[in-house]
């Protein structure tokens, strides 16, 4: 598992020291102030399971710098991603929807810090956070969307495409340059062997659109991997920004959002 930090109750408002999550970063200072006492600074460790599956959550962990992949088992074995977390979302933030315990690992793809509070703190102060319990849910209802894009994406489009999509939401979510990840890792995140990997790594490097060098991916053209990236980036980060427009502006955006969701689907296994 991971290591403990030592920090406890951080005086993130008092101290003018921002979040760099995103969720955290919504909040109004008064709310900031009220949870940030209960805030736990952590590490993320590379590759380590932050969250096993079947197992109690006990923390909701907002990450602020690194990527954290959400694994679905396919066998006893295997398992393939489903999304990813970075500085815009919650390791565990379904509790706030009622569930108990996690119906998918979350493992640490790329290492960095996150700030954690523990659930039942959460749930003690939620009534006087309704900022927060709304960003989470906005949260929650995007990345059920972009994990059913996911879906359709392994389904319709090349590996390729797949891969520049990946990258392009990798460098959103991780807000850094030079992205530490492996072929064996991504192969087994995106459920493909090594060598599907490493041909379009190839294929891409050749293009210019990045660089690689010990164990590090630089992205040196990001407006060309867009435009080798297929429509599925597009429409997540669409999703996300009608999100964003609606601020949680009552049930119409949000079942208007569903069904463009639903038709991106559809279009993108066609
Ligand atoms: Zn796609």
Redesign the pocket.
């Known amino acids: 598992m991971w290591t403990e930090g030592r920090d406890t109750g951080l005086a993130l408002a008092r101290d003018n020291e921002r979040p760099r999550n995103l969720l955290l970063k919504s909040l109004p200072l008064e709310e900031l102030e009220r949870l940030s006492p209960l805030l736990q600074k952590v590490p993320l460790i590379p590759r380590r399971v932050l969250q096993h599956a079947g197992l109690p959550i006990e923390h909701v962990t907002f990450i602020e710098e690194g990527l954290v992949s959400v694994l679905a088992k396919v066998d006893e074995r295997n398992a393939v991603e489903v999304g990813l977390i970075g500085h815009d979302g919650a390791v565990g933030s379904i509790v706030v929807l009622g569930a108990g315990t996690a119906a998918f690992s979350h493992f640490v793809q790329i290492g960095g810090t996150a700030l954690r509070v523990g659930v039942d703190d959460l749930f003690r102060m939620l009534p006087a956070l309704p900022r927060l319990r709304e960003a989470l849910h906005l949260y929650l209802h995007l990345s059920w969307m972009q994990s059913a894009q996911v879906a359709a ?1 392994s389904l ?2 090349s590996f390729e ?2 891969l520049a ?1 990946w990258l392009l939401t990798a460098h959103d979510r991780c807000d850094m340059s030079d992205l530490p990840i492996t072929q064996d890792l991504l192969a087994r995140s995106l459920g493909v062997r090594r060598p599907t990997v490493s041909d379009a790594f190839k294929q891409l490097a050749q293009r210019g659109v990045f660089a690689k060098e010990r164990g590090r991916v630089r992205i040196l053209d990001r407006a060309r991997l867009e435009r080798i990236a ?3 980036y597009r429409a997540m980060c669409r999703q996300r920004d009608a999100l964003k427009r609606s601020k949680m502006g009552g049930k119409t955006l949000i079942a208007l959002s569903l069904v463009f969701a639903l038709l991106e689907i559809e279009l ?1 296994v066609q």
Request: aromatic residues 0%; charged residues 20%.
């Open positions: 994406c319709g489009h495409q797949r999509s297929c429509r599925c993108a």
